[in-house]
């Protein structure tokens, strides 16, 4: 119970910084019209000026801390030239429980990385982080597992005839909970080659994610749905 009041108090005083902020500010602009004074001026750029060095600290450490986060799911040794593509969104408030988030993301490899990539072959498992005990080769043929076939009757559903053969898509992994995404049109059927196709690796992560890496292409995906 802590850890949560913990987390609600920060989260209560970053929202409480730019209402602060915004309010000042305004005080700031009302002053400013005042019949001016040397000496009020230099008043009123004393106190504005940390206001406007802090927003921008706030905005350039967010913009970091989220940059790090995408970098951090890529699997090393693999170096990102871009994020091509990023669709992510969440219902609730991201970390009670029931809370549900959907993302997919798109990287593209730089050209040396990518060449590395394809160099590998059917070693690059072997020689990417966490090594062959994670990473599967594609394609993804197990039609019974319920990651990536969410909604069809499986042996493991009790009562359930064997569920029938089609090839797993990406749209139907992150459905899988009933929290859609509405990804660019012709993404999710470059995904779904990448897995329906030999030639790329997969791996499963935390928080119900999927890392697919595709050499032919130059790019990794990362989804999940969680």
């Not at 042996?155 to 899988?176: D, N």
Request: with cysteine; aromatic share 10%.
């Amino acid at each position: 119970m802590l850890p949560i009041l913990a987390l609600i108090t920060v989260i209560a005083l970053v929202c409480l910084l730019p209402v602060s902020l915004v309010l000042f500010l305004m005080y700031v602009a009302c002053q400013a019209w005042r019949k001016p004074s040397p000496r009020r001026a230099a008043r009123l750029l004393t106190f504005a000026m940390p206001a406007v060095v802090l927003i921008g600290l706030t905005i350039l450490a967010v913009g970091a801390c989220d940059r790090q986060m995408l970098l951090d799911r890529l699997p090393r040794p693999l170096e990102v030239a871009a994020v091509e593509y990023r669709l992510e969104e969440s219902w609730g408030l991201g970390f009670m429980p029931g809370d549900n988030e959907t993302g997919f993301v798109v990287y593209r490899l730089t050209g040396q990385s990518a060449e590395w990539a394809r160099d590998q072959g059917g070693l690059l498992g072997d020689r990417l982080a966490r090594g062959t005990a994670q990473w599967h080769r594609t394609p993804v043929s197990d039609t019974c597992d319920e990651r990536w076939h969410p909604h069809d009757d499986t042996p493991q559903k009790k009562g359930a005839a064997p569920c029938p053969f089609h090839s797993p898509t990406i749209a139907e992994y992150l459905g899988r909970y009933g929290f859609f995404i509405s990804i660019e049109k012709g993404r999710d059927a470059e995904v779904d080659q990448a897995i329906q196709a030999g030639g790329s690796f997969y791996a499963y992560g935390r928080d119900g994610s999927v890392t697919i890496v595709d050499p032919a292409r130059g790019k990794v995906y990362f989804a999940y749905a969680g």
